[in-house]
């Protein structure tokens, strides 16, 4: 098993260019989530999707798209690259049932916005 | 309101020694999970220990437990033997209810001396 995989690991974009974040589990979970990371403040939740065809929004969705066709991608699009969107980026998954099922994390994408 | 509070943003241990890394939490969710997790300098997010608001017992994962004190909402890390490969940064996160809205705390980073 992959897990969970991300392309690309590194990018660098210009403010106001579109790009699409690719994450892929071989898990067959149902839950896949995406995170932003900023220095001093942890991980906060953008997007979320509780299986194919399903998604909602976390605590900082602004500027960011996502959709889920299939179990194993969630892709995450970002319409117009602003410099605040400079961050690194982690998808992770989790299994269906009970309170416990550990989020298994990308090795994330480390995003520069010009 | 944060929901997630982790007090000490570094902190310092001897190789060999214990050390407790702090974590509050604020939910009015009778159901929750409560996650540790660690990321060295590499980047990736690794999954260390969980807590369920159910349990009755402290979690414990190898060298690693959890004081989990309900009443005063706290989720301590404590970490037996510290390594030197121990030194990263650790985050406390918390899922309320069944979803998969996970909330993590600032993280706190802990440097092992030899």
């Known amino acids: 098993n992959a897990g969970v995989t991300q392309t690309p690991k590194f990018q660098v974009l210009k403010t106001g260019q579109s790009m699409t974040l690719q994450c892929a589990q071989d898990?067959?979970?149902?839950?896949m989530s995406w995170y932003r990371q900023d220095p001093g403040m942890g991980l906060r939740l953008i997007h979320y999707s509780v299986g194919a065809g399903i998604t909602d929004q976390g605590e900082v969705p602004n500027g960011y798209n996502v959709s889920r066709s299939t179990t194993e991608d969630f892709p995450l699009r970002l319409l117009s690259a602003a410099p605040s969107q400079t961050s690194v980026y982690f998808c992770?998954?989790?299994?269906?049932?009970?309170?416990?099922?550990?989020?298994?994390f990308g090795p994330g994408t480390r995003l520069t916005v010009l | 309101a944060q929901k997630i509070t982790q007090t000490q943003p570094g902190m310092f241990v001897q190789e060999k020694e214990a050390v407790t890394l702090d974590c509050t939490y604020d939910?009015?969710?009778?159901?929750?999970?409560l996650f540790w997790y660690k990321q060295p300098s590499s980047g990736e997010m690794i999954f260390l220990i969980y807590q369920g608001s159910y349990d009755q017992q402290n979690a414990t994962e190898g060298r690693y437990s959890l004081n989990f004190q309900k009443a005063r909402k706290s989720a301590n890390l404590v970490i037996s033997a510290s390594q030197l490969g121990d030194s990263a940064m650790y985050f406390c996160?918390?899922?309320?209810?069944?979803?998969?809205?996970?909330?993590f705390g600032p993280g706190t980073r802990l440097s092992v001396l030899p």
């Open positions: 939910t009015s969710d009778p159901s929750y999970g």
């Open positions: 898990m067959n979970h149902e839950y």
């Open positions: 992770a998954s989790r299994g269906t049932g009970g309170l416990y099922n550990e989020q298994f």
């Open positions: 996160a918390m899922r309320e209810g069944y979803g998969q809205n996970f909330v």
